[in-house]
């Protein structure tokens, strides 16, 4: 980082430049603003505006029942809706003491484990395209279609599922949808070969990305991160395998660390290599799910009306980091209060600590490695 | 990379630009050579994944979606049985019904069933509107319909210039595009 030091002529006087990066642009990854201090071509403040996508969600749930929760959970963050899903249904399910069916479980973990998937390659494409290549964006949404086209016959849409509910999942996976899932990991992993092999390693992109926003994994604590983005500092830390739910401790998977093999641990190119990494552990996983998926139930525990009572807080392992439900309910119909902790928006918090002192192309650089949803920062 | 003197890093990354970029240019063209046909991949299950375009050339050719798709609502009125069950459920109040207690004798020659399972039906279904515009397409109300008539259909295709001809009344269903079956 020698060139950010530069020494002007003490005869010029200059001043900074406020510029105002968003709310719409294409590399901050939906309506957020960041106002930039910047001097010359050097950043000296980054500071994030929020509240572009702000919906109310928290308030609104107070008003629904606990059914009609489970759709606006979709809407948080869009890009893996399953797991924002699970994380309201595993925390009514707590208060209830239900049990839920072996059956329901497995499927549940496929469908968390595909829908990792799908947002991965939504962060690994549009990684690419902030950083200038093109291909990958494309290859990877030919790939994220083929998972799209799966949720769509497993639960008839192709984003906003509301699949996963209070006590189980709404519909079970045909004989045809398991082929297909089978199908889609047989051809899946050869194709991330050659997309890990297209960008992980060009020299172009690790000269974008190796060194630049370094997070300490200190700095990652204080500020809460979670998921790929503290994995990327070097902790070895997953739900997944700390505090297993959905028969998570069955299966055989590795966490994936970052290792520093081209910067520093931390930085935005082991960030990303954290989730290339973490495509081939889903596969991993939803193949082991496959072939011990069991007869039964799809749904149980929970009667038709639910009426939970107490206080819970729940956190699952999402694609970006632990979500966590705190859930408050008084025996009624409708949640008393729900207080949800978002990763992305500690992702977020940190931007101000990484972009001082950077260039201003860095700033994409950063912004696109943190992988944010907006939908889940603001809720 | 810090030992090296600064010539040879010069030819060191003009070597490495030449690898990375014919890296990449060699993925583009086996994909290019796969979607033409010239290399063919098949999966352990026998299906071709190596041939052909990825994408489909809309609005000229269309997409089959899967029966379960959820698209459009609709309801059959001749099984409604004013049950309110949708209604309730749906978390943006988008079905809006009316119905009364039907007179004694009445409606023995129309549609409607008389009956849903053994219990005699006492209301008469006055109006079933749908506002497509706030339907959220979660299909929480076609799951507790209990004699199944409201259902999701497959038709995406019904953009209106006007926001108020998304209000459908399925009493008396008019609509440009074809009705499904």
Same mark, same amino acid.
């Given at each position: 980082?020698?060139?950010?030091?530069?020494?002007?002529?003490?005869?010029?006087?200059?001043?900074?430049?406020?510029?105002?990066?968003?709310?719409?642009?294409?590399?901050?990854?939906?309506?957020?603003?960041?106002?930039?201090?910047?001097?010359?071509?050097?950043?000296?403040?980054?500071?994030?505006?929020?509240?572009?996508?702000?919906?109310?969600?928290?308030?609104?749930?107070?008003?629904?029942?606990?059914? !009609?929760? =489970? +759709?606006?959970?979709?809407?948080?963050? %869009?890009?893996? &809706?399953?797991?924002?899903?699970? *994380?309201?249904?595993?925390?009514?399910?707590?208060?209830?003491?239900?049990?839920?069916?072996?059956?329901?479980?497995?499927?549940?973990?496929?469908?968390?484990?595909?829908?990792?998937?799908?947002?991965?390659?939504?962060?690994?494409?549009?990684?690419?395209?902030?950083?200038?290549?093109?291909?990958?964006?494309?290859?990877?949404?030919?790939?994220?279609?083929?998972?799209?086209?799966?949720?769509?016959?497993?639960?008839?849409?192709?984003?906003?599922?509301?699949?996963?509910?209070?006590?189980?999942?709404?519909?079970?996976?045909?004989?045809?949808?398991?082929?297909?899932?089978?199908?889609?990991?047989?051809?899946?992993?050869?194709?991330?070969?050659?997309?890990?092999?297209?960008?992980?390693?060009?020299?172009?992109?690790?000269?974008?990305?190796?060194?630049? !926003?370094? =997070? +300490?994994?200190?700095?990652?604590?204080? %500020?809460?991160? &979670?998921?790929?983005?503290?994995? *990327?500092?070097?902790?070895?830390?997953?739900?997944?395998?700390?505090?297993?739910?959905?028969?998570?401790?069955?299966?055989?998977?590795?966490?994936?660390?970052?290792?520093?093999?081209?910067?520093?641990?931390?930085?935005?190119?082991?960030?990303?290599?954290?989730?290339?990494?973490?495509?081939?552990?889903s596969m991993k996983i939803i193949n082991q799910a496959i072939e011990q998926l069991p007869e039964g139930e799809i749904k149980g525990g929970v009667g038709k009306t639910i009426k939970p009572q107490g206080e819970v807080y729940v956190t699952t392992e999402c694609p970006r980091g632990e979500l966590g439900f705190y859930l408050i309910a008084d025996g009624s119909k409708k949640p008393y209060r729900l207080k949800i902790n978002s990763p992305c928006f500690n992702a977020i918090s940190c931007l101000d600590e990484l972009c001082g002192g950077v260039m201003l192309a860095d700033v994409v650089s950063i912004i696109g490695s943190l992988d944010i949803v907006l939908g889940e920062v603001d809720r | 990379m810090a030992n090296k003197s600064p010539v040879a890093k010069y030819f060191s990354n003009i070597f490495m630009a030449i690898k990375t970029v014919s890296k990449g240019m060699s993925i583009t063209m086996r994909s290019f050579l796969k979607t033409n046909g010239l290399i063919r991949k098949i999966s352990p299950s026998g299906y071709d994944y190596g041939r052909g375009p990825v994408t489909i050339s809309y609005p000229e050719q269309k997409d089959k979606l899967p029966a379960i798709s959820r698209n459009r609502l609709f309801n059959h009125v001749e099984g409604c049985i004013s049950c309110n069950q949708c209604a309730v459920v749906c978390p943006v109040d988008c079905i809006s019904i009316d119905s009364r207690k039907k007179n004694e004798g009445e409606n023995l020659d129309e549609k409607t069933p008389k009956h849903f399972g053994n219990k005699p039906i006492k209301l008469k279904l006055l109006r079933f509107d749908i506002d497509e515009g706030l339907c959220c397409f979660c299909g929480l109300c076609t799951e507790v319909c209990p004699t199944e008539c409201l259902v999701h259909t497959t038709e995406f295709e019904y953009s209106k210039y006007d926001r108020d001809a998304l209000k459908y009344d399925y009493l008396d269903f008019k609509d440009n595009n074809s009705l499904p079956e």
């Amino acid at each position: 980082m020698e060139n950010t030091n530069l020494k002007l002529n003490s005869n010029f006087r200059t001043q900074n430049l406020t510029i105002n990066m968003g709310p719409q642009h294409p590399s901050t990854h939906g309506v957020l603003r960041v106002e930039l201090i910047s001097d010359g071509e050097i950043v000296r403040a980054a500071y994030p505006h929020l509240g572009y996508l702000h919906r109310c969600f928290e308030k609104h749930a107070e008003n629904l029942d606990y059914l !009609g929760v =489970v +759709p606006f959970c979709d809407r948080m963050d %869009y890009v893996a &809706s399953m797991n924002q899903e699970l *994380g309201f249904c595993m925390a009514v399910e707590k208060l209830l003491q239900a049990e839920i069916p072996e059956r329901a479980q497995v499927i549940r973990v496929i469908v968390l484990e595909l829908n990792r998937i799908a947002s991965h390659l939504l962060a690994f494409g549009t990684y690419g395209l902030d950083m200038g290549g093109f291909t990958p964006f494309l290859f990877a949404f030919r790939d994220r279609e083929k998972v799209l086209r799966i949720f769509e016959e497993i639960c008839g849409a192709r984003l906003l599922y509301n699949y996963i509910r209070p006590g189980g999942v709404s519909r079970d996976l045909s004989e045809g949808i398991i082929n297909k899932i089978k199908d889609f990991t047989a051809y899946f992993k050869p194709q991330l070969d050659e997309l890990d092999s297209l960008l992980t390693h060009n020299s172009i992109f690790v000269n974008r990305t190796a060194n630049v !926003g370094i =997070v +300490p994994l200190d700095l990652a604590i204080s %500020y809460g991160f &979670s998921g790929p983005n503290l994995r *990327g500092s070097g902790l070895n830390w997953d739900l997944r395998k700390q505090a297993p739910y959905c028969g998570y401790e069955k299966y055989d998977f590795d966490v994936c660390i970052g290792q520093g093999e081209r910067g520093v641990i931390g930085d935005c190119w082991n960030r990303y290599e954290v989730r290339v990494r973490e495509m081939y552990e889903s596969m991993k996983i939803i193949n082991q799910a496959i072939e011990q998926l069991p007869e039964g139930e799809i749904k149980g525990g929970v009667g038709k009306t639910i009426k939970p009572q107490g206080e819970v807080y729940v956190t699952t392992e999402c694609p970006r980091g632990e979500l966590g439900f705190y859930l408050i309910a008084d025996g009624s119909k409708k949640p008393y209060r729900l207080k949800i902790n978002s990763p992305c928006f500690n992702a977020i918090s940190c931007l101000d600590e990484l972009c001082g002192g950077v260039m201003l192309a860095d700033v994409v650089s950063i912004i696109g490695s943190l992988d944010i949803v907006l939908g889940e920062v603001d809720r | 990379m810090a030992n090296k003197s600064p010539v040879a890093k010069y030819f060191s990354n003009i070597f490495m630009a030449i690898k990375t970029v014919s890296k990449g240019m060699s993925i583009t063209m086996r994909s290019f050579l796969k979607t033409n046909g010239l290399i063919r991949k098949i999966s352990p299950s026998g299906y071709d994944y190596g041939r052909g375009p990825v994408t489909i050339s809309y609005p000229e050719q269309k997409d089959k979606l899967p029966a379960i798709s959820r698209n459009r609502l609709f309801n059959h009125v001749e099984g409604c049985i004013s049950c309110n069950q949708c209604a309730v459920v749906c978390p943006v109040d988008c079905i809006s019904i009316d119905s009364r207690k039907k007179n004694e004798g009445e409606n023995l020659d129309e549609k409607t069933p008389k009956h849903f399972g053994n219990k005699p039906i006492k209301l008469k279904l006055l109006r079933f509107d749908i506002d497509e515009g706030l339907c959220c397409f979660c299909g929480l109300c076609t799951e507790v319909c209990p004699t199944e008539c409201l259902v999701h259909t497959t038709e995406f295709e019904y953009s209106k210039y006007d926001r108020d001809a998304l209000k459908y009344d399925y009493l008396d269903f008019k609509d440009n595009n074809s009705l499904p079956e």
